[in-house]
């Protein structure tokens, strides 16, 4: 029995499909047929049962099942461990983070921090969304994460660090163009568009929308600021974003949402449970020294 058979396994465990299966580990449909039937072989029970194209685990199946993925899992992890642990030793610091934050507030950060101290790590950025940056930092990818509060991770450590304002943004030739602040019951009958609520900030915007206006008619949803605007300026209709620097490329009028300051919340994240290096230590107490210039660096964004 080796590692390979074990992958292997667990597979086609999970695809249920010799094809499948086979594809996803890059190897021919023969290799791993034989490797099934070695393993079977090995524990001397049938591990797999057909069901025309398809094959599912036998009782035997199922028991070993559960012992293997339970092993590869915490193998994995440990792998996950090392391979963070090497990275780190090489002085590399992996920070992961909202778009906005990769496209500008990281950059002047980890610049600033160069310039002013005495240690020089690497540092390497990673653009994802709020719930795949936390995930990350479970698995071990990321050391470092500037995201969304994420309430499947309650239990990594999250330290306020800047909010964004949210507004409501309309074409030049909308009738709203005119106001320059209103409330969220004040857009009753319009048609909305907002982020998706696959991710952090869409459920937060929504959340705090409804909760003053319950009857809101939100027609649509998008991922980023990018997309929401050019729906906007095409269908002429209300978008509902947070005022970033992508905005500034078009030529919307922004209108001040009366909506709580911290709807739009932005953390540094990490998981206080790692051995984090003495590089990683410095920048983490580097960032949380530095969050009023932040949140003013925040606030004077062109849009």
């Given at each position: 029995?080796?590692?390979?058979?074990?992958?292997?396994?667990?597979?086609?465990?999970?695809?249920?499909?010799?094809?499948?299966?086979?594809?996803?580990?890059?190897?021919?449909?023969?290799?791993?047929?034989?490797?099934?039937?070695?393993?079977?072989?090995?524990?001397?029970?049938?591990?797999?049962?057909?069901?025309?194209?398809?094959?599912?685990?036998?009782?035997?199946?199922?028991?070993?099942?559960?012992?293997?993925?339970?092993?590869?899992?915490?193998?994995?992890?440990?792998?996950?461990?090392?391979?963070?642990?090497?990275?780190?030793?090489?002085?590399?610091i992996h920070i992961a983070g909202i778009p906005t934050a990769i496209g500008i507030l990281l950059p002047n950060l980890t610049k600033q921090y160069q310039q002013e101290s005495s240690i020089a790590p690497h540092f390497i950025y990673?653009?994802?969304?709020?719930?795949q940056i936390c995930e990350g930092i479970k698995n071990g990818w990321y050391d470092i994460g500037i995201c969304s509060y994420v309430p499947e991770f309650s239990d990594f450590t999250y330290v306020p660090l800047y909010t964004e304002?949210?507004?409501?943004?309309?074409?030049?030739?909308?009738?709203?163009?005119?106001?320059?602040?209103?409330?969220?019951?004040?857009?009753?009958?319009?048609?909305?568009?907002?982020?998706?609520?696959?991710?952090?900030?869409?459920?937060?915007?929504?959340?705090?929308?409804?909760?003053?206006?319950?009857?809101?008619?939100?027609?649509?949803?998008?991922?980023?600021?990018?997309?929401?605007?050019?729906?906007?300026?095409?269908?002429?209709?209300?978008?509902?974003?947070?005022?970033?620097?992508?905005?500034?490329?078009?030529?919307?009028?922004?209108?001040?949402?009366?909506?709580?300051?911290?709807?739009?919340?932005?953390?540094?994240?990490?998981?206080?449970?790692?051995?984090?290096?003495?590089?990683?230590?410095?920048?983490?107490?580097?960032?949380?020294?530095?969050?009023?210039?932040?949140?003013?660096?925040?606030?004077?964004?062109?849009?």
């Amino acid at each position: 029995m080796n590692l390979n058979q074990l992958y292997y396994f667990r597979e086609l465990a999970e695809q249920k499909q010799y094809t499948t299966a086979a594809e996803n580990l890059y190897i021919s449909q023969p290799t791993l047929s034989i490797s099934i039937k070695q393993l079977e072989k090995e524990l001397h029970c049938k591990l797999f049962k057909h069901n025309g194209r398809y094959v599912q685990l036998t009782d035997y199946g199922r028991i070993f099942y559960d012992t293997v993925t339970k092993s590869l899992a915490t193998l994995d992890h440990g792998k996950k461990k090392i391979e963070q642990k090497i990275s780190q030793d090489k002085g590399n610091i992996h920070i992961a983070g909202i778009p906005t934050a990769i496209g500008i507030l990281l950059p002047n950060l980890t610049k600033q921090y160069q310039q002013e101290s005495s240690i020089a790590p690497h540092f390497i950025y990673h653009d994802n969304p709020s719930y795949q940056i936390c995930e990350g930092i479970k698995n071990g990818w990321y050391d470092i994460g500037i995201c969304s509060y994420v309430p499947e991770f309650s239990d990594f450590t999250y330290v306020p660090l800047y909010t964004e304002e949210i507004i409501a943004i309309v074409s030049q030739e909308n009738e709203l163009a005119k106001i320059t602040e209103m409330s969220p019951e004040e857009l009753q009958g319009e048609s909305i568009i907002t982020y998706s609520k696959k991710i952090q900030i869409g459920k937060d915007i929504t959340n705090a929308l409804l909760a003053t206006a319950s009857d809101l008619r939100i027609t649509n949803r998008l991922h980023d600021e990018l997309a929401i605007a050019g729906q906007v300026l095409t269908n002429d209709i209300v978008g509902v974003v947070a005022k970033t620097i992508y905005l500034s490329g078009f030529n919307i009028h922004t209108i001040k949402l009366d909506l709580p300051k911290n709807t739009r919340q932005v953390y540094l994240v990490y998981d206080s449970n790692q051995n984090f290096s003495p590089e990683i230590i410095d920048f983490l107490d580097f960032i949380k020294s530095r969050k009023k210039e932040i949140q003013e660096m925040v606030d004077n964004i062109p849009v």
